[in-house]
């Protein structure tokens, strides 16, 4: 049931994503490096953004590892990580600010992340799913009528993952374009401090458009190999 281009398709885009992985962590302790003239950390515009549109529900923590920033609308908690929570860098107010655009987004019912906060778990129940197919086709139970059915649900999960990637692209660059016209309206960053910034948001946002187009990729390829099965 998986065949070789499934191996193609999957070393081609480990590798894309990668490089361009490689490059925001490049860009982003590049950015690390080059401080911001007003002297904030990371937590203090992040803060600052969420008082400047009204979120007082909204708790700023400092989470664990590196490049781990992200905000979780189900306690409403904005994570930042240490580099970031600390920093008072180009990047770290990038990403501090990127983070708030989700939370504006929460607070403002932005339809996209409401989508795919309900996809998520949707998601996670057919990567179990798939989990479980490739282990029916390793012990040979892809056979026959058996293995059509098995083919249907894979192409069927993988659509499921194509569908909460590209859905997630709107919603990260939503959350870039809030974050950089709010730091630029704010006096906060201009100039080249609010270029270093897009710059940095810009590579991050990358590394999302990578995994949706593997993820597109191999859908259509599953979803070719079920229909050419049929038509045999």
């Known amino acids: ?30 950015y690390s490096r080059i401080g911001i003239q007003n002297g904030m950390t990371g937590r203090e515009i992040a803060e600052k953004m969420l008082q400047h ?14 490049l ?28 501090a600010a990127h983070e708030c655009g ?3 987004q929460h607070n403002t019912a932005y339809s996209m992340l409401t989508l795919r906060s309900r996809l998520v778990p949707v998601v ?18 892809g056979a026959g009528m058996g293995g059509n059915l098995l083919m249907m649900i894979l192409v069927a999960t993988f659509g499921l993952t194509a569908l909460f990637s590209l ?28 270029d270093g910034a897009k710059d940095a948001l810009w590579w991050a946002a990358m590394t999302y458009v990578a995994q949706a187009l593997g993820a597109l990729v191999m859908f259509l390829y599953f979803l070719l190999r079920f229909l050419g099965s049929n038509n045999d």
């Open 167 to 194: 859905v997630t692209l709107p919603v990260e660059f939503d959350a870039s374009n809030r974050a950089l016209a709010w730091l630029d309206n704010s006096g906060f960053m201009r100039g080249d401090e609010h």
């Open 102 to 104: 989700h939370a504006v």
């Open 124 to 141: 996670q129940f057919s990567a179990n799913i798939q989990q479980f197919l490739f282990m029916a086709t390793v012990f040979g139970m």
């Open 53 to 66: 549109y009204r979120i007082h529900d909204v708790q700023i923590v400092m989470g664990q590892g590196f």
């Open 1 to 30: 049931m998986v065949g070789l281009g499934y191996w193609v398709v999957l070393g081609v885009f480990t590798v894309i994503g990668m490089v361009v992985g490689n490059r925001l962590k490049s860009k982003f302790a590049h």
């Open 68 to 95: 781990t920033d992200h905000y979780n609308p189900a306690n409403k908690t904005v994570a930042l990580s240490p580099e970031v929570y600390n920093g008072r860098t180009i990047a770290a107010a990038a990403v």
